[in-house]
């Protein structure tokens, strides 16, 4: 008896479909595995990217903390400078104040001193115009009685008053001496005058024509024959105010001429009238002055 065998069709195919499922499997497993490494390695970027910021995000904390600490410390520095330029510029207010008063000051101390420079030469002028009221500007020689010099004294021309190599005066300078001694009474009768000069000083002057002690005893006895007539003319004068006038001889020695010809030695043969302020009213006027610029710096 025959056994008959059944074949199933298909055999083949189901011999060949585990081999390929188990590669299918095996394929898919592996690329479990790769997106899980992946994952892996990006978890562990992401941590490190993590941790790098978080790192990142101290040290910017801590610079935007510097920051804030040196901003408050520039603020305050700030703060400080607008204090102290607010205090130079009151200090600058304070200082323009003091010059401002100080210039004052110092235009009261000028005007003062200017005033007393000023009185020799106003008191010359005064005797000038007194004189020239009573007997003109010029003698019958066109020549000038008295002049004003470039040191602001009253100049008297020798020839007017003296001959050559003479100390007696010529009878023509009478009316001249008379008249000054009339005018310096007159301008000593102010206390304010009086109050500022030291001494009214008749000076003779010589030419460079001998020698200088001939000259000199020449020049002195010339000044010395003015005031003594002076005082006979007005002894009001030598009363009351003798004790301002003095006699000296220059000799050679002050030309107002350097020439060598007769009319440079006549122009320094001459009679020089000044007037000598007291040094001791300048210093007391400056003194005023020092005292009462340390009083404005003391009260400052």
Do not use: C
Request: glycine share 4%.
């Amino acid at each position: 008896m025959k056994t008959r065998r059944r074949y199933f069709g298909g055999g083949a195919e189901a011999n060949d479909f585990w081999p390929s499922f188990t590669d299918v499997m095996s394929t898919l497993a592996l690329i479990l595995f790769f997106l899980m490494l992946l994952a892996y390695v990006q978890n562990i970027i992401f941590g490190n990217n993590l941790e790098n910021a978080k790192q990142q995000l101290e040290i910017s904390r801590a610079e935007i903390s510097s920051a804030e600490r040196e901003l408050r410390r520039i603020r305050l520095e700030v703060d400080k400078t607008k204090t102290a330029l607010a205090l130079s510029e009151q200090e600058i207010e304070n200082q323009k104040a003091i010059i401002a008063l100080s210039n004052e000051e110092l235009e009261s101390l000028r005007v003062r001193l200017q005033g007393i420079a000023f009185l020799r030469l106003d008191i010359l002028q005064k005797v000038k115009e007194s004189v020239e009221q009573e007997l003109g500007r010029y003698n019958d020689k066109g020549q000038e009685l008295v002049s004003i010099g470039d040191n602001a004294n009253i100049i008297i021309n020798e020839s007017l008053v003296f001959a050559y190599n003479s100390y007696k005066l010529k009878p023509e300078a009478e009316d001249l001496l008379t008249q000054l001694a009339k005018a310096f009474e007159r301008v000593l009768e102010n206390p304010e005058v009086r109050e500022n000069i030291d001494a009214i000083s008749i000076d003779g002057h010589a030419d460079s024509m001998g020698g200088s002690a001939y000259n000199r005893e020449l020049s002195a006895r010339r000044a010395t024959e003015v005031i003594n007539y002076m005082f006979k003319v007005n002894p009001n004068l030598e009363d009351k105010y003798g004790e301002y006038f003095a006699a000296n001889g220059f000799s050679e020695f002050r030309p107002i001429s350097t020439g060598n010809d007769e009319e440079s030695r006549a122009a320094n043969r001459r009679i020089e009238i000044s007037i000598i302020v007291k040094d001791s009213n300048i210093q007391k006027v400056i003194e005023k002055y020092l005292n009462e610029t340390e009083e404005i710096f003391e009260e400052r």
